[in-house]
DNA sequence: CCGGCCGACGTAAACGTTTTCTTCCGTTCA
DNA sequence: TGAACGGAAGAAAACGTTTACGTCGGCCGG
């Protein structure tokens, strides 16, 4: 079943089911009519293949994220999926697990099937294999902040604002001894992140202690080696942020395996509020980059890049039959690329550093607590300020 | 640059080169050789869309899931693409989050790609949004047991060797009490597992005690719920087993919240092997169900019902890069719907059961506990059977 | 009242492949 | 030696659209 038996059924010519279904003003409400009656009649849908065949573009849009497993990327899947089939897109999925092969592999299979553009979400190293993309013509975005290259753009996440808010809410609660775990600094937003902290922490007049900047990972396990190295030091700080959720969850498990309470001995920030970072336990304070946001920038920049007017193209489903109507609203032609903006969500691994709770234990007035120690005891059940 | 440049250097015609990338055996070697010369000076990609437009075939198969952020998701959906590309072909990944409305947008979806089967990995029952597939020709597989219709087939999955495994492990241990929390019961997969539960006791020579056969629904928050409906009973079981992980987590969560620990008062087991089930505090004892079985099977499936010569197909990619050879072992033709495989994952969250530690701790040389309580203290580190 | 113009619809070409059919050449057998 | 056959390469049709172009009709202005 093809276009010409809806032309057939609805006694005109293919030209104008084609036209009629691409929503091209010209037509006549009459005849427009009749075409569309003959589409429901006979369920027809229009062949992508060959629409991208003549039309030059495969609606497809590809999205490479470096490990589909670690929970903050399904986020953006999800977000990204959305925003791509409410334009009448579809997406292209390649996870590189950190693998420049496989990465290239990736790179191929996005050129094979033509894609209109490309979201690189892999906070990786491994650019040069997206030449390529350039020399075809195909726009990509980038996370992280890469060169300029042309057909590229870097979508600007505003890192400072969350990171302020995370280390102006220690501050308030009284920490002064805040240790960060980056990311691999190799890469540019794990530096961005690590600088926006250390800005913070300048801005609001204290120092970092160079033993308390480590270098993770960005894994479970890497958070959980850091904050090792950090129990290992003579000193401790009273507070940690981190570069991602997983890291902090790692942390978490250091704190655990240590018998150490979060927050009563230390409190914990996260980055990127991943749906696990709520059913922790306890649950993690974390700064939200909201992947919609993300998704959404990205598209846009996407599809502003390669066709200035293709924006909020319409598919014969939502002509036909309402679906998918686009719940976010599009940003505005003249100023496309807003920056992604983040916040701090706050849970429960933040609170009083340890020597006010030692304070406020000492003043209480019931009991008299045992001299903190490092390895204290898990007498659970709540010393409450 | 298409396949008549190709043509053109090579100084044969666009049918020879069409049949030296396709790897029709009758092309004179040196004819084929100097086509794949031209195809490497020129850097030539086939045109995909071309390609599926002519053949009928689009290489691109969709898979619908649940609930992307449900960390079972993305692990099945990273062996999904191996398996998937490694064949030659692309996913096409759609997301219901349960909304039957959005099962609907994602069945057009891949009619309108013209995918060349759909994997439903949706555990769900909105079923006959399908059936337009099946009056296409579209083959599709499903996980959870449907009635058989027209096209599709369903996957095998062995419920009964794992749980079995996981009861017998915890009957070992001394457990003769035993919960389970299962899934939503309109969900056949979810009945399987609770089936296969019911007979793996009934085997061993155990009652099921109706009030610990609890229905959840699969989440964390399900999980927690139910685990507080046990704890508010007069007598408890010693182990609880969940129909997945995301349910025991939550077991977890409230056996936190009300001060017990695991193992030492409740030893529990969960369903999947989620990556995340190794990070758990503690660690979580899981029945893995091989989402690479899962992922080449549902593959195999579709490729051998819909065409049967069609497997192990080439592509150019592996032929002129040898990039993403097949890791896996193909099923063999002539059985291509093995049964996949689970089986039990021992970590820490199992355990001997509370009374039995009772009496060591009384037959302990040292000390004499304290009597057991409902709501015992966390007197953490050690004590060690 | 007639000519030109504009707007709407249909015809046909184009998109880049695969595949069928045809052609041509070489080989083999009568 | 010639005819039939087989195999390999080229020519051309086909896939289902979009879109440039042509055509026809109607309207408006001269």
Same mark, same amino acid.
């Given at each position: 079943?093809?276009?010409?038996?809806?032309?057939?059924?609805?006694?005109?010519?293919?030209?104008?089911?084609?036209?009629?279904?691409?929503?091209?003003?010209?037509?006549?409400?009459?005849?427009?009519?009749?075409?569309?009656?003959?589409?429901?009649?006979?369920?027809?849908?229009?062949?992508?293949?060959?629409? =991208?065949?003549?039309? &030059?573009?495969?609606? !497809? $849009? /590809?999205?490479?994220?470096? *490990?589909?497993?670690?929970?903050?990327?399904?986020?953006?899947?999800?977000?990204?999926?959305?925003? =791509?089939?409410?334009? &009448?897109?579809?997406? !292209? $999925? /390649?996870?590189?697990?950190? *693998?420049?092969?496989?990465?290239?592999?990736?790179?191929?299979?996005?050129?094979?099937?033509?894609?209109?553009?490309?979201?690189?979400?892999?906070?990786?190293?491994?650019?040069?294999?997206?030449?390529?993309?350039?020399?075809?013509?195909?726009?990509?975005?980038?996370?992280?902040?890469?060169?300029?290259?042309?057909?590229?753009?870097?979508?600007?996440?505003?890192?400072?604002?969350?990171?302020?808010?995370?280390?102006?809410?220690?501050?308030?609660?009284?920490?002064?001894?805040?240790?960060?775990?980056?990311?691999?600094?190799?890469?540019?937003?794990?530096?961005?992140?690590?600088?926006?902290?250390?800005?913070?922490?300048?801005?609001?007049?204290?120092?970092?202690?160079?033993?308390?900047?480590?270098?993770?990972?960005?894994?479970?396990?890497?958070?959980?080696?850091?904050?090792?190295?950090?129990?290992?030091?003579?000193?401790?700080?009273?507070?940690?942020?981190?570069?991602?959720?997983?890291?902090?969850?790692?942390?978490?498990?250091?704190?655990?395996?240590?018998?150490?309470?979060?927050?009563?001995?230390?409190?914990?920030?996260?980055?990127?509020?991943?749906?696990?970072?709520?059913?922790?336990?306890?649950?993690?304070?974390?700064?939200?980059?909201?992947?919609?946001?993300?998704?959404?920038?990205?598209?846009?920049?996407?599809?502003?890049?390669?066709?200035?007017?293709?924006?909020?193209?319409?598919?014969?489903?939502?002509?036909?039959?309402?679906?998918?109507?686009?719940?976010?609203?599009?940003?505005?032609?003249?100023?496309?690329?807003?920056?992604?903006?983040?916040?701090?969500?706050?849970?429960?691994?933040?609170?009083?550093?340890?020597?006010?709770?030692?304070?406020?234990?000492?003043?209480?007035?019931?009991?008299?607590?045992?001299?903190?120690?490092?390895?204290?005891?898990?007498?659970?059940?709540?010393?409450?300020?």
């Amino acid at each position: 079943m093809d276009i010409r038996d809806v032309a057939a059924l609805a006694r005109v010519s293919i030209a104008t089911v084609s036209r009629t279904i691409n929503h091209v003003p010209t037509v006549d409400p009459a005849l427009a009519a009749r075409v569309w009656k003959a589409v429901n009649e006979l369920n027809y849908l229009p062949n992508t293949q060959a629409r =991208a065949l003549v039309s &030059g573009h495969s609606r !497809l $849009i /590809g999205l490479i994220v470096s *490990e589909i497993t670690n929970p903050f990327f399904p986020e953006l899947i999800q977000e990204f999926e959305q925003a =791509a089939v409410s334009r &009448g897109y579809e997406v !292209l $999925i /390649g996870s590189t697990n950190y *693998e420049p092969k496989i990465m290239e592999i990736c790179a191929r299979r996005m050129l094979e099937r033509k894609v209109d553009g490309v979201a690189v979400m892999t906070f990786g190293v491994e650019e040069f294999f997206l030449d390529r993309f350039a020399a075809e013509g195909i726009p990509y975005v980038f996370i992280d902040p890469a060169p300029s290259r042309p057909m590229s753009s870097v979508l600007a996440v505003d890192y400072l604002a969350g990171i302020s808010e995370g280390v102006q809410h220690l501050a308030v609660l009284g920490h002064r001894n805040i240790a960060f775990i980056s990311g691999p600094l190799i890469r540019r937003s794990s530096l961005s992140r690590k600088e926006a902290f250390l800005r913070c922490l300048h801005s609001i007049g204290l120092k970092p202690n160079p033993d308390w900047l480590i270098e993770g990972d960005h894994t479970l396990d890497g958070g959980r080696d850091a904050m090792k190295k950090i129990l290992a030091l003579p000193h401790w700080p009273s507070a940690v942020m981190c570069s991602n959720d997983m890291t902090a969850i790692g942390v978490q498990h250091a704190l655990f395996d240590a018998n150490l309470r979060i927050p009563d001995d230390f409190s914990l920030i996260g980055y990127d509020d991943i749906h696990l970072a709520e059913y922790t336990i306890p649950p993690l304070t974390t700064i939200r980059m909201s992947c919609r946001d993300l998704a959404i920038q990205a598209m846009e920049n996407l599809l502003y890049h390669g066709h200035p007017k293709a924006r909020s193209a319409q598919t014969l489903n939502d002509a036909a039959h309402s679906a998918a109507a686009p719940s976010q609203p599009f940003a505005k032609p003249d100023e496309p690329f807003a920056t992604i903006s983040t916040r701090l969500i706050v849970r429960r691994t933040t609170g009083l550093p340890h020597n006010a709770l030692q304070d406020l234990r000492q003043a209480g007035p019931t009991k008299k607590m045992p001299p903190p120690s490092r390895r204290p005891s898990r007498p659970r059940g709540s010393i409450k300020p």
